[in-house]
């Protein structure tokens, strides 16, 4: 089974009665092929749960892919305020699974510490920056404030907009790193194909059968046909298409889907050392020469398509911060569906009603930072333990208040 020590916990132990209706070879099946998904089928196959993940889509087509990875610094350990505190545990998960992922796969993830400068146009964007500076350094971040002359010193490819005082000043968090999603992807799935996760691709879960308080089954569509999949627990982490398939759990989920568009710039040589940040808009220098340009927020339905005066607006952006562009290629553009939660929490924790279901969704922005941290609580709570951190405020019928976005 899964490697627990004794007694094996409900989750994951057939009772007599159902062992003798259907020989289950599944201990969790979890629903959803991106980060989250990947991350928790990794970490309960490493702990010796027989896995399997049912993936709607192609990896390529997830919000994981699409997102820029910015890794913000991690507040410091035993934060109060449990988003934060979730945060800190991943992020120090994050550098532990990298060496791990390369020495299992071969696979580097382009997890590097790089550093954010976070910018201001005017003296109110300076003013809302010393609040956002001081909420850092509240978290025992290492902040450094930047006036005009420091910032050139800092980042000379902001030159342009520094002399021509379309910015300010700004502050360096230089503990802010950067990882390539679509590598992490890459070297989950080995990883979990090494640690013997069985992997359903196009598989998309039109029922969930329950009874007695338990889930029995999925009524699932694939390549193949259709089949119902039986495991001894499952796991709920389908990111914005989470709250369709809560409903069969009777659980309402606001997960709706924010849509996030990208633009990939080509220059020469590049110009920029660090990630920069002004407002919710951002530019990530890869090694390659290469720089991301975003994002956006939209709430516009399950709609994955950039728009052409989006990714527009985006380049003047970039433009701005950077100067002319004219000898740059913006080599593609794309947008992903990042699953927004009513109150700018992830959800995470059993379904209400059921011991044998789990939800991990509604990262929105931070899915890619979190991931690794969620698999833990997740597979602590699959085993029956204690998680990490406290979970009372992610839990799946908690009080929904106004939509929140980071």
């Given at each position: 089974?899964?490697?627990?020590?004794?007694?094996?916990?409900?989750?994951?132990?057939?009772?007599?009665?159902?062992?003798?209706?259907?020989?289950?070879?599944?201990?969790?099946?979890?629903?959803?092929?991106?980060?989250?998904?990947?991350?928790?089928?990794?970490?309960?196959?490493?702990?010796?749960?027989?896995?399997?993940?049912?993936?709607?889509?192609?990896?390529?087509?997830?919000?994981?892919?699409?997102?820029?990875?910015?890794?913000?610094?991690?507040?410091?350990?035993?934060?109060?305020?449990?988003?934060?505190?979730?945060?800190?545990?991943?992020?120090?998960?994050?550098?532990?699974?990298?060496?791990?992922?390369?020495?299992?796969?071969?696979?580097?993830?382009?997890?590097?510490?790089?550093?954010?400068?976070?910018?201001?146009?005017?003296?109110?964007?300076?003013?809302?920056?010393?609040?956002?500076?001081?909420?850092?350094?509240?978290?025992?971040?290492?902040?450094?404030?930047?006036?005009?002359?420091?910032?050139?010193?800092?980042?000379?490819?902001?030159?342009?907009?520094?002399?021509?005082?379309?910015?300010?000043?700004?502050?360096?968090?230089?503990?802010?790193?950067?990882?390539?999603?679509?590598?992490?992807?890459?070297?989950?799935?080995?990883?979990?194909?090494?640690?013997?996760?069985?992997?359903?691709?196009?598989?998309?879960?039109?029922?969930?059968?329950?009874?007695?308080?338990?889930?029995?089954?999925?009524?699932?569509?694939?390549?193949?046909?259709?089949?119902?999949?039986?495991?001894?627990?499952?796991?709920?982490?389908?990111?914005?298409?989470?709250?369709?398939?809560?409903?069969?759990?009777?659980?309402?989920?606001?997960?709706?889907?924010?849509?996030?568009?990208?633009?990939?710039?080509?220059?020469?040589?590049?110009?920029?050392?660090?990630?920069?940040?002004?407002?919710?808009?951002?530019?990530?220098?890869?090694?390659?020469?290469?720089?991301?340009?975003?994002?956006?927020?939209?709430?516009?339905?399950?709609?994955?398509?950039?728009?052409?005066?989006?990714?527009?607006?985006?380049?003047?952006?970039?433009?701005?911060?950077l100067g002319d562009l004219s000898t740059a290629v913006v080599e593609r553009a794309w947008a992903g569906l990042r699953p927004g939660?009513?109150?700018?929490?992830?959800?995470?924790?059993?379904?209400?009603?059921?011991?044998?279901?789990?939800?991990?969704?509604?990262?929105?922005?931070?899915?890619?930072?979190?991931?690794?941290?969620?698999?833990?609580?997740?597979?602590?709570?699959?085993?029956?333990?204690?998680?990490?951190?406290?979970?009372?405020?992610?839990?799946?019928?908690?009080?929904?208040?106004?939509?929140?976005?980071?």
């Open positions: 089974m899964c490697g627990f020590t004794w007694p094996i916990p409900p989750t994951c132990r057939s009772t007599p009665d159902r062992f003798q209706s259907t020989l289950l070879t599944i201990d969790c099946c979890i629903i959803g092929g991106g980060i989250i998904g990947l991350s928790i089928a990794r970490e309960l196959a490493g702990r010796g749960c027989r896995v399997r993940l049912l993936a709607r889509e192609p990896r390529r087509q997830t919000s994981s892919w699409a997102a820029a990875g910015i890794l913000p610094p991690a507040p410091l350990p035993n934060q109060p305020d449990p988003k934060a505190a979730l945060t800190a545990l991943s992020d120090r998960l994050h550098w532990q699974w990298a060496a791990e992922l390369r020495a299992e796969t071969g696979i580097d993830n382009g997890l590097r510490r790089c550093g954010g400068v976070y910018l201001a146009r005017d003296a109110s964007g300076l003013e809302s920056l010393h609040v956002e500076a001081d909420r850092w350094r509240g978290q025992g971040v290492t902040c450094a404030w930047l006036d005009r002359q420091e910032l050139l010193a800092a980042e000379p490819g902001l030159a342009t907009a520094v002399v021509e005082g379309r910015i300010t000043g700004g502050f360096l968090l230089p503990e802010e790193a950067r990882i390539r999603p679509p590598w992490q992807l890459d070297a989950l799935e080995r990883s979990c194909l090494a640690r013997g996760v069985s992997l359903g691709h196009s598989a998309a879960v039109e029922r969930v059968e329950v009874a007695g308080g338990r889930v029995t089954g999925l009524g699932v569509r694939g390549e193949r046909g259709t089949e119902t999949v039986a495991a001894d627990c499952y796991v709920l982490a389908a990111g914005a298409w989470s709250g369709g398939l809560a409903g069969q759990f009777g659980l309402r989920l606001d997960t709706r889907p924010i849509r996030g568009q990208i633009a990939l710039v080509r220059f020469s040589g590049q110009p920029l050392g660090h990630v920069v940040n002004l407002g919710l808009d951002y530019l990530v220098p890869r090694e390659d020469g290469r720089v991301l340009v975003g994002s956006t927020l939209e709430d516009s339905g399950f709609d994955p398509v950039t728009v052409p005066a989006t990714i527009e607006a985006l380049l003047a952006m970039a433009s701005e911060l939660s009513v109150d700018g929490l992830p959800t995470i924790g059993p379904v209400p009603g059921y011991d044998n279901a789990f939800v991990a969704t509604g990262h929105f922005r931070a899915g890619i930072h979190q991931s690794p941290g969620t698999a833990v609580i997740v597979a602590d709570l699959v085993e029956g333990k204690s998680p990490p951190v406290e979970i009372t405020a992610f839990a799946p019928d908690r009080a929904s208040g106004s939509c929140g976005q980071r």
